[in-house]
């Protein structure tokens, strides 16, 4: 059983070029004078609210913290399978791929894996856009041509309208963006390997532009990667509503409502699980501890925590994170 109970996460904050504000309704300190792009919650520098490392928390005891499924999703390393942002973007995002697991571990000598992800769509402007694989048409050939020769790709992508509380799913090799008034949870693998195509051609204050990666994201681009939002699957509860957003081997996502005073109990054998509330507040319980999660802060649990409670003190929704033991949803 375990011994700490939930831990209460404190987000990295880092200030993006295509950042802005409203990360500030999550009691973040998001300005115009500093927009902040990302509050990174789950890397493995991130910190407990008592100043303890996640990363520290579970490189004694792999098998302990993590579970076979943990350890399974990062095949074998020690470190938190599941890396959970909020993503606020005023403007549009470079268009990027990540690389698969094999690929990430070549460059890295096996120190790193690749990156699959997935978005749930928090908010979204009117007329705002996902950039999703490429349009119809469009070729792997097309795709080098127009990166190579600096004109940019972002006229070869595929549009999707954004709207609020869908779900996208995007595997590794998948080409995409984040587009302009667009805020999203994301869920990933724990892996920082991003591989600029396209930044629109934009300049940083100094008037600098940011570095491409043409090469390394046209080997692992897929084109035949081209996914659409996914609608939630229902499933009986006895308290609030839940809905299962989205299942892959590296990871599971669901999303909770409740009314106030009402509790549901989650549980993730062998895995860690994560706890982000995106509406109200609740009190998240196990191993006789108990900590309030208030807006935009998440929980943790390790993978030897005991049945863990979740108990709205106000009207709440909650995204909750775990890595499964099987999956319903694969989009390949």
Sequence with gaps: MGTQGPLLLKPRLDTKIWGGTRL???GFDATADDPI?????????????????????????????????????????????????????????????????HYAAKISDGQSLGKTEAWWVIAARPGSSLYLGLRDGASHADLAATSRSGTGCGHLMRRVPAQPNTLVFLPA?????LGAGVMVYEIQQPSAIT?????????????????LHIEDGLAVADVSSRPDPLPPIE?????????????CPYFALERIALVAGDEVVVSAPDSPQIITVLHGAVHVTADDRGIGVPLGQTAALLADASATTVRATA??????????????????
């Design 24 to 26: 500030a309704q999550f």
């Design 37 to 101: 792009g990302e509050a990174v919650i789950t890397a493995p520098e991130a910190t407990t609210q008592d100043g303890q490392r996640l990363g520290d928390n579970v490189a004694g005891t792999p098998e302990q913290t993590l579970g076979s499924r943990g350890l399974a999703a990062t095949g074998g390393r020690p470190f938190f399978p599941l890396l959970a942002k909020l993503i606020d973007a005023k403007n549009d995002l470079s268009i990027q791929v990540h690389p698969d697991d």
């Design 173 to 177: 090799g998948t080409i995409h963006a």
């Design 315 to 332: 009207p709440a929704v909650v995204l909750r994170a775990w890595v499964p033991k099987s999956y319903e949803r694969c989009t390949r």
């Design 235 to 247: 499933f009986p509860t006895a308290h609030g509503r839940r809905q299962r957003l989205v299942s």
């Design 195 to 211: 591989y600029r195509l396209d930044d629109w051609n934009r300049r940083d204050s100094s008037g600098q532009t940011r570095d």
